[in-house]
C-alpha cells in the first residue's frame, strides 16, 4: 500500500495506490498553509477510509511539498549566520556582474538571505591546490559563533575558499559550532554543494541554512503525528528537485533539494506519459492554484541543470534571473507566480495585473464564501461560466457567484470602467500572457520551435488553459491524461530514491589524466555504494549513472555529458570529447574539435527502482455519444473581432462517462473531480484508451 501526497499552496492532492490489486483512489483537499501537515493527515485518513484500509497496513508515504519554495518567495526563512574565510565578507552582496534585465539600470537585487552583520570572517586559508596555507583560527572562531548565538542566529552556514577540495578547516568548524547550535541547524558548503565557484557554492549552502529549521520542525512534527495514527511502519519519502526520492530524514540535511519538490514529480509524470504515448518533443505545463510551471520533454526524458535561480520572480534554470543559484542537479523547469487563485489588481498605472500574489488556499478566492474580497482568476472563470458552482473538488466545495461578482465588479470592472465579464475575460487574458512568457522561455528562448511540440497540460487549472495557450505557440496536439489535477502525486508514485554525488578537479581530458580521473570516479563510486548499501534493500534494484561536466579550456561555463563504464579509458575519454563537440554546437552553433577540452566536475547519480503503478486502459466505447451524456452550460467567449464577448450554449460532458474511441468537436466542457478541460471552437478531441484527452486541430 503507498500513499503520495503532494501538498501545494492552493490544494493537497493524494492518491492510494494498492500494488496488489494495480487499484488507485484519488483525493483532492483544500490546504491548510499554516500548518501544511493538518491536511496531509486529513487526506492521508480520508482516502484510507475511502480504499477501505487502515494506516497501519501502509507500506510507504511519498509526499511533495512547496514549503521550501514558499519560504524563499515569502522571504519567511530562519534568521541566519554565515562564516566565511577572511576577506570575503561580501560575497554574497556583490554576486555576479550579469543581471536578469540587461538593459534596465534600475533593476534591485533580491537582498542577500544573510544581511551583512550576520557575516563573520574566519582566519583560516585553504589553496587552490587543497593545501593549507593558514590553520583555522579556533578562538577567533568560537568568538564569531557565539556573537552570532548572541544575535539570535537559529541556523548556520560555512563556506571557506576551496572547501570543497579540502573540507578539514569546514568540518573543523562545524565541531566547534555544535557547541552553539543544533547539528542539524550547522550546513557546510563542502557537503552542501562539493564544487568551485564560490558564490554559488556559498548561496547554496545558505539558502540549505535558512529553509533548514522549517523543514526540521515540518518533519518532526509530520514524523510524531504518523506515528500517532498507525504509520509507524511506513517508510517516509520526500521528493526532491531532481525527481527523485530521499527518505525524510535524509531530506532534513539536504532542504534545499525540496525546493522545486512537487513540481518535479508532475515533469517525472509528464516524461513517464511522452514514453507511454512515443511523443517525442513535450511541453509539460502545470497550473495549480498558486503557480504555473513548464518544462521540455525530449524522448520521454525531462531535461536537468545544475544552475538554478530561486527566490526571484521567475524560478528557472540559468544563470541570473533575479534569484538566489542554487547549484544540485535539477530538472529543468520554469515556474511564475500564475495560478487560479492568483488575484488581480490594478497598478500605479492603472493597468490591470494579475499575481503573483495568490488568495491561497484561505480565505481563497472571494467565490469560497470563506472572508476574501480579492477579484481572483477562480472568479473569473466562474463569472464566464467555465466552473459549475456546485462541483468544485467533485461537490465537496460550492461557488459562490455573486460574491465573484462583487469581488470583480469593486476591485476590477468598476475602477476600469468596464462591464463584470468583460473585466473576468481581461483577467484571463492576463494571466495566459503570465503563462505564455513561461511556456516561450522553455521553448523558444532556448531555440526550440513550439510548433514541432505536444502540449502536456495538467494541474487544477491546466486544462482549462491549454487551448487559448497552444493557439498563441502555434502548438496542435495537446494531450490531457487522467488524473490531471492530482498529476504531481501520480509522478510521485512512478519517482525512483536518488542521491546525486559529486567531485570538483578542473583538468584536461587527455589519455595522459587517465589515472587522476579514474581515482576521483572511485572514489565517488566508493561513495554513491556506501549511500546505496544504506538506503535500498536487496530485493530492490539500483544503479549508478556517472556523467561529467566538460568545457573548452579557457571557457567560464560547462555542459554536462553522460557517460558509461565503469573505468576511463582512451576510448571513454574519446566519446566524451566527441559527445561534447555535437552537443556545444548543438547548444551554441559552433564547436572546434580541436581545442582542449576541460574537466570540470565528475558527477554520479545513484537510483534505487521501485515498483511502478500500471494504469489500467479504458474502456472501448460501443456506441457513438448519446445526448444523454452531456448537459448544457452558458459560457462567454471573447468575439474574433477582440471587441467584446459572446455567448455560446457550451456542451459539459462527465469525464467519467466517456470511453476510448468517443470523439468530440468542440467548443465543449469536460468535467471531472479534480479538473475541467475546455475544448475550444476550433478543436476536436479524441479519448484513447489509455484515458487520455487527446485534442486537435
Known amino acids: 500500500m503507498k500513499v503520495a501526497i503532494d501538498t501545494g499552496g492552493t490544494f493537497t492532492d493524494i492518491l492510494f495506490f494498492d500494488e496488489e490489486k494495480n487499484t488507485l483512489w484519488p483525493l483532492k483537499i483544500p490546504s491548510t498553509p499554516a500548518h501544511p501537515e493538518k491536511a496531509f493527515l486529513r487526506g492521508l485518513l480520508e482516502v484510507t477510509d475511502v480504499a477501505q484500509s487502515k494506516p497501519a497496513l501502509i507500506t510507504t508515504i511519498i509526499h511533495g511539498t512547496t514549503l521550501v519554495t514558499n519560504a524563499l518567495l515569502q522571504q519567511n526563512t530562519a534568521k541566519t549566520g554565515l562564516l566565511v574565510t577572511a576577506g570575503f ?93 543544533p547539528e542539524e541547524h550547522i550546513f557546510l558548503s563542502s557537503q552542501i554543494s562539493p564544487e568551485f565557484r564560490e558564490y554559488e557554492r556559498t548561496s547554496t549552502t545558505v539558502v540549505a541554512a535558512a529553509v533548514a529549521p522549517l523543514v526540521v520542525d515540518y518533519l518532526k512534527v509530520l514524523l510524531k503525528k504518523l506515528n500517532q495514527i498507525g504509520c509507524s511502519l ?22 534545499h533539494q525540496l525546493i522545486e519538490s512537487g513540481p518535479a514529480a508532475g515533469l517525472i509524470a509528464a516524461a513517464h506519459w511522452a514514453k507511454l504515448l512515443q511523443l517525442p518533443q513535450v511541453i509539460a505545463f502545470d497550473m495549480g492554484g498558486t503557480t504555473a510551471k513548464a518544462g521540455v520533454i525530449f524522448d520521454g526524458k525531462p531535461q536537468y541543470t545544475v544552475d538554478y535561480q530561486v527566490g526571484g520572480k521567475i524560478h528557472r534554470g540559468g544563470k541570473n534571473y533575479g534569484g538566489y543559484p542554487v547549484r544540485f542537479p535539477m530538472i529543468d523547469l520554469t515556474e511564475c507566480g500564475a ?73 476590477i470592472a468598476h475602477p476600469l470602467g468596464l462591464g463584470n465579464r468583460q473585466a473576468a475575460q481581461g483577467i484571463l487574458t492576463i494571466i495566459n500572457a503570465n503563462m ?33 495557450l497552444a493557439e498563441e505557440m502555434g502548438i496542435k496536439k495537446i494531450i490531457i491524461p487522467p488524473f490531471p489535477g492530482l498529476f504531481s502525486s501520480v509522478g510521485l508514485l512512478l519517482a525512483d530514491i536518488t542521491m546525486d554525488f559529486v567531485k570538483t578537479r578542473i583538468l584536461l581530458l587527455e589519455n595522459e589524466n587517465i589515472s587522476l580521473l579514474q581515482t576521483i570516479f572511485s572514489l565517488l563510486k566508493q561513495e554513491a555504494k556506501a549511500w546505496l548499501k544504506k538506503t535500498s534493500s536487496a530485493r530492490e534494484k539500483s544503479a549508478l549513472f556517472p556523467s561529467a561536466d566538460l568545457r573548452y579550456q579557457g571557457q567560464n561555463y560547462e555542459l554536462n555529458i553522460p557517460f558509461s563504464g565503469e573505468k576511463f579509458t582512451t576510448e571513454l575519454i574519446t566519446s566524451l570529447l566527441s559527445a561534447f563537440h555535437q552537443l556545444h554546437h548543438q547548444f551554441y552553433g559552433h564547436s572546434d574539435p580541436n581545442e582542449p577540452v576541460e574537466v570540470v566536475n565528475l558527477r554520479l547519480k545513484a537510483v534505487v527502482k521501485g515498483p511502478k503503478p500500471q494504469f489500467p486502459p479504458l ?73 487520455n484527452l487527446i485534442l486537435e486541430r
Open 436 to 468: 505564455l512568457r513561461i511556456l516561450r522561455l522553455v521553448s523558444l528562448a532556448r531555440g526550440y520551435d513550439p510548433r514541432d511540440f505536444t502540449l502536456l497540460a495538467y494541474g487544477g487549472a491546466g486544462p482549462l488553459h491549454a487551448c487559448q
Open 89 to 181: 565578507r561580501d560575497l554574497l552582496e556583490i554576486g555576479r556582474q550579469d543581471r536578469p534585465e540587461l538593459y534596465n539600470l534600475q533593476v534591485e537585487k533580491q537582498p542577500p538571505l544573510v544581511p551583512r552583520e550576520l557575516i563573520q570572517e574566519i582566519p583560516e586559508r585553504i589553496g587552490p591546490d587543497g593545501q593549507v596555507l593558514t590553520e583555522l583560527d579556533g578562538p577567533s572562531a568560537r568568538r564569531a559563533l557565539r556573537r552570532l548565538h548572541q544575535e539570535g542566529v537559529k541556523t548556520l552556514a560555512v563556506s571557506f575558499l576551496f572547501s570543497f577540495l579540502n573540507p578539514r578547516h569546514e568540518q573543523k568548524l562545524g565541531q566547534l559550532a555544535r557547541e552553539f547550535f
Open 339 to 411: 495560478g487560479s487563485g492568483s488575484i488581480a489588481w490594478i497598478d500605479a498605472g492603472g493597468h490591470l495585473q494579475v499575481g503573483p500574489q495568490s488568495a491561497g488556499a484561505y480565505p481563497g478566492p472571494a467565490s469560497y464564501g470563506q472572508g476574501g474580497e480579492e477579484a481572483t482568476v477562480t472568479d473569473a472563470y466562474l463569472l464566464l461560466g467555465y466552473l459549475q458552482p456546485d462541483n468544485l473538488l467533485g461537490g465537496r466545495k460550492a461557488l459562490h457567484p455573486d460574491l465573484a461578482s462583487k469581488a470583480v465588479q469593486d476591485k
Open 234 to 255: 511506513a517508510e517516509i519519502f520526500i521528493m526532491h528537485s531532481g525527481g527523485g526520492m530521499l527518505p525524510a530524514k535524509e531530506a532534513t540535511r539536504h532542504p
Open 619 to 691: 474502456a472501448k466505447a460501443l456506441h457513438p455519444l448519446s445526448e444523454s451524456r452531456k448537459s448544457f452550460r452558458e459560457i462567454w467567449l471573447p468575439q474574433n473581432t477582440k471587441k467584446g464577448l459572446r455567448s455560446i450554449k457550451c456542451p459539459v460532458f462527465r469525464r467519467d462517462s466517456l470511453r476510448a474511441g468517443h470523439k468530440i468537436k468542440g467548443p465543449a466542457l469536460i468535467q471531472e473531480t479534480n479538473s475541467t478541460t475546455f475544448v475550444s471552437p476550433a478543436w476536436h478531441l479524441l479519448i484513447d484508451y489509455q484515458g
